[in-house]
Structure formats: structure tokens, C-alpha cells
């Protein structure tokens, strides 16, 4: 499976693509400020199309280009519920500093939202994507699961938006952040999976689970209570 990436805009959000090699369909994760001509320029070279939009979460750094590509392709956008209303309100989600940045710039739902469910399954693109609710860096933040090949076999990969990163852990300072309940997520979510799962964040570089569990110094001595420490 094709997984590619990049940051866009001045906040530098990693947008990414996956696609099933050689397939002519796609799926685009994250598609924030300025990312739209690049990804326009990267499918149309690649001669993929995408099916559908994913989002991690509702912030305007992750959904600011959502609209229109969903325009441009006639394909939905998913996003959990909750957060849900940030893609046509997003100052409510991020406060009133955002509101002097944008002045009077106006955001508007893509035509057709689709609202998923945790533990849901998409087939999309003919990839088999699972929803993992990951609530505290705001209510609707999820994590996606999907295997790519690797030249050892299947490699587990998770989108985690801004509840993970290479090093560091997501902001809670916003409104609907909460910093227990983003810990929570981590712990009960994403640190029981297997070492070698490929974390891609929201912003910044790659890591893996096993690495962020050995080194990340906000998950030290993080506890699961249903399976005692980490």
C-alpha cells in the first residue's frame, strides 16, 4: 500500500494519502491550510482519485482544505460527532486568537458528512480502516488503524492525528481538551499495540508505538488500570 505525506500551511499539518498499489482510488487524511493545490498536484500525477476524506479530529489545522476538495471530487468527509461542528464553526474550537488569524474568512461542511462510531470499520479505496476513538486533545479526536506491506510482511499503521507525536503528546489548553483523558486515550488505546505499529502524527515526523512507549517522557510511568503499568 502506498502511504505518502505532507506538511501544509503555516501550521504544518501533515496531510496523507493511502492507496492500494497500482489502484486508481485513494483516501486522504487531514487536508489542512494550503494543502489543497499540492494534493490536487500529487493526484493528479499519481493518477489517483480519492473516495473519501478522513478526519482526526476538528480542528481548522486539520480541516481547513475540506470543503473544497470534497467539492472538487463529489466525495464525503468523515469525522466524529463531536466534533463535528468545528468544520463550519472552528473558532469554537480553537478560541479567539484563531478569530484575529482569520479575519473574515468563512468555512462551510463539504456537501455530504459522514459521522463514524468507534471501533467502526471503512472500506475505503479498498483499504480496511478502523476508527479508534482517542477523546482529550478535543471530544472527536480518533486514531486510524490500517496494515500496509512491508518487505517482512504486514506493518500495522496508526494515523494519530494530534493525540500522539514523535516525542511529545497533544495540547489540551483548547476548548474540549482534557490532559487525564487524553493520557487515558494513550494508555487504554494506543499502548497496547504491538511495538512495531508505525505511529504517523498529525505534525511532525514518524515514530513507532514501541519507541514512544520506551522514550516519550509524557508516557513514563503511564498506567492502563485494567492491565496494570505499561
Not at 98 to 118: R, S, W
Amino acid at each position: 500500500m502506498l502511504v505518502t505525506g505532507f506538511p501544509a500551511g503555516m501550521f504544518q499539518t501533515n496531510c496523507y494519502i493511502l492507496a492500494q498499489d497500482d489502484a486508481s482510488e485513494c483516501v486522504v487524511v487531514d487536508p489542512g491550510q494550503d494543502a489543497a493545490d499540492p494534493l490536487i498536484d500529487f493526484l493528479t500525477q499519481s493518477s489517483l482519485t480519492p473516495t473519501a476524506v478522513l478526519l482526526t479530529h476538528g480542528h481548522l489545522d486539520h480541516t481547513w482544505s475540506v470543503e473544497p476538495i470534497c467539492a472538487k471530487y463529489g466525495i464525503p468527509a468523515y469525522i466524529a460527532p463531536e466534533d463535528r461542528y468545528m468544520l463550519a464553526d472552528p473558532v469554537k474550537g480553537t478560541g479567539p486568537t484563531l478569530a484575529a488569524v482569520l479575519g473574515d474568512l468563512e468555512f462551510h461542511e463539504p456537501a455530504e458528512v459522514i459521522e463514524f462510531t468507534d471501533g467502526q470499520r471503512l472500506e475505503l479505496a479498498g483499504i480496511e480502516i478502523t476508527v479508534v476513538q482517542t477523546p482529550g486533545h478535543t471530544q472527536g479526536s480518533v486514531v486510524f488503524l490500517a496494515h500496509a506491506d512491508g518487505p517482512d510482511g504486514s506493518v500495522p499503521l496508526a494515523l494519530t492525528g494530534d493525540t500522539l507525536f514523535a516525542g511529545s503528546i497533544g495540547r489540551t489548553d483548547l476548548p474540549g481538551g482534557d490532559h487525564e483523558q487524553l493520557l487515558r486515550s494513550i494508555a487504554t488505546r494506543l499502548l497496547p499495540l504491538s511495538d512495531d505499529t508505525v505511529v504517523l502524527p498529525g505534525h511532525g515526523g514518524q515514530s513507532s508505538i514501541g519507541q514512544e512507549r520506551g522514550t516519550n517522557p509524557f508516557l513514563v510511568g503511564l498506567t492502563d488500570p485494567e492491565q496494570g503499568r505499561l
